[in-house]
């Protein structure tokens, strides 16, 4: 018999400074901030979204057991959106922060997404994504063998993306 892993309930980030981090969250991408008093006794910080969340750690005064090297600015999280993807990035412009990448087309766990890059205040790479329609793939395959392209990222995909999202 072996472990299986039903679904992710909550990671961790180490922050710089908790409350920037959560006006940003909550700005930018709509979370929830919550505070709650953990089982000892301290005061938590959380981000609520969906089923999950994101605990912050405040940088130097980490909860035990964590991570063996807590380290700010390092992670590397993909969220998918419920809104579309030009909504996203308008939204995103609004509030003045910048867009790292895209769109441009990934592959996420459950198949084809169109993605955006941003970066948080503390420097993580946060991915926006939303599950490609199956008119979108085909869009897509269509366009490498019109090109007789052989690579999924060559970015001739990318070609029909922006084209949709201009």
Known sequence: MSVKIAALDHLVLT????????????AALGMRHETFTGTDGTKRHALLFGRQKI??????????????RPTV????????????????????????????????RRTGARGPINSIYIRDPDGNLIELSEPLSWIV????QAELRFSGCVDMHCGHCDKVLKSLYE
Do not use: K, W
């Open 15 to 26: 922050v710089t400074d908790l409350s920037r981090s959560a006006a940003f969250y909550e």
């Open 55 to 68: 605990n912050l750690h405040q940088a130097g005064a980490e909860f035990a057991p964590h991570a063996r």
């Open 73 to 104: 600015g390092s992670a590397d999280l993909c969220f998918l959106l419920e809104g579309g993807m030009s909504l996203t990035v308008a939204a995103l412009e609004a509030l003045g922060v910048s867009i790292v990448d895209g769109p441009i």
């Open 137 to 140: 793939t085909f869009l897509c």
